[in-house]
């Protein structure tokens, strides 16, 4: 499974290796603001304030979505909401993993 992850994450070093070849538009700047967002989006409410902290409720489908907006940025749902609390619960003591 780190192959997969190692192999994905130097993929998305594929587009920065190419630039000197390709001039950047509007239209690429526009598409990175967007992608962007998104990504921020999905870290932020989908992962942090819906998976983590439960702080509002939705429908499964629109559940699903988030799971699959935050797993397209490589993230895991499931994995991060579980050290999170664990974080929440253990902070600032010898048990906490993050701090």
Do not use: E
């Amino acid at each position: 499974m780190k192959v997969l992850r190692g192999a994905g994450i130097l993929l998305l070093h594929v587009p920065a290796a190419c630039l000197p070849w390709c001039p950047l538009t509007w239209r690429h700047a526009v598409a990175f603001l967007l992608g962007y967002g998104l990504v921020a989006f999905a870290l932020g409410g989908a992962l942090h304030r819906y998976f983590a902290h439960r702080a509002f409720q939705t429908s499964r489908p629109v559940q699903l979505l988030l799971g699959l907006l935050a797993a397209a940025c490589f993230a895991d749902p499931i994995g991060f909401a579980g050290r999170h609390r664990h974080h929440h619960r253990w902070a600032d003591s010898a048990h906490d993993r993050v701090g």
